[in-house]
């Protein structure tokens, strides 16, 4: 299971459906906050909400008060149990949707989560409904669009490049991806890909602040009481690192604001800013295409 939202929320849940109008590409606008959230409007069941689209988060939810809203919404017998990026255990119960739909594009018979939170949007948009439809992020247009195979086909240039994704997939219930970078050419780590985090943010686990011979006393130190377990939090170590490059040597973000953080159980998670402009996510071939 992955993060939930860079606004410290992260929750569980799975999905099984089958797709309609999978020929066409759809185009969805989208919004973005100030930290650069990506914000789609979703139609679920009929009803019409503001979701977070997160890559990161690995399953999608629905908020309590939005859920309340939304007739034919069925429990199941099934819950799924996972664990923040910090480590806490969450647990959610499974409720079935008949149908939601992103522009014209729609899934039938998905499975979600369902959370009781006061939050401003009405859930989180994850990755399990794209394990086998590619989609672009166009940042600069502010749109997502959901290719067909001709799309995928003609938006491919010579001067493009990809940067390979690994993917992690618990059972079809949680997807998410990651792929491998290096800090200042000296540690080859793999990050999981996180647009739920924001813009400009690098996560690492704490431990690899030894790797760069930093003493973790003389940084900027904070630390941040979890959201869901009372008398639990974590250390955040804030320092600059001179330069993190994919793995391919085609994107390299120079002198940035890390953060290396006690019990983080990933080696980082990262937005996806940094990546470019343009790309398109391509979970079943591994690979992201960059577009220049």
Do not use: C
């Not at 923040?84 to 008949?98: F, H, I, P, S």
């Not at 998410?176 to 943010?201: M, P, Q, R, Y």
């Not at 320092?239 to 953080?261: G, W, Y």
């Amino acid at each position: 299971m992955r993060k939930f939202t860079a606004i410290l929320i992260m929750l569980l849940s799975t999905l099984t459906y089958s797709q309609e109008n999978s020929v066409n590409k759809t185009s969805i606008p989208f919004t973005l906050t100030q930290y650069g959230h990506i914000v789609i409007p979703v139609e679920i069941n009929g009803v019409e909400g503001k979701f977070i689209f997160d890559t990161g988060a690995g399953i999608n939810i629905i908020f309590k008060n939005f859920a309340d809203k939304i007739e034919n919404l069925q429990q199941t017998d099934n819950f799924y149990t996972g664990h923040r990026a910090t480590g806490e255990e969450l647990q959610v119960d499974l409720y079935n949707l008949e149908s939601l739909s992103l522009g014209s594009f729609n899934f039938k018979n998905v499975i979600t989560g369902v959370y009781d939170i006061d939050f401003e949007y009405d859930g989180l948009i994850s990755l399990t409904l794209f394990t086998k439809t590619p989609f672009t992020i166009d940042f600069k247009n502010k749109v997502i669009t959901i290719e067909s195979k001709s799309s995928l086909r003609d938006l491919i240039k010579d001067e493009d490049f990809e940067m390979p994704i690994q993917i992690t997939n618990d059972r079809n219930i949680d997807v998410s991806i990651s792929t491998n970078i290096k800090l200042n050419n000296k540690l080859n780590l793999n990050v999981g890909l996180d647009s739920g985090a924001g813009f400009d943010v690098y996560r690492f686990n704490s431990r690899y602040l030894t790797d760069f011979k930093i003493d973790s006393t003389l940084i900027k130190k904070v630390y941040k009481k979890s959201y869901f377990k009372e008398g639990e939090g974590n250390n955040f170590f804030i320092t600059k690192i001179p330069e993190l490059i994919d793995d391919n040597n085609n994107v390299s973000v120079k002198d940035f604001d890390a953060i290396f953080i006690e019990g983080l159980i990933y080696e980082g998670i990262m937005g996806i800013n940094w990546i470019g402009e343009k790309f398109t996510i391509d979970i079943e071939n591994q690979r992201i295409i960059v577009q220049k």
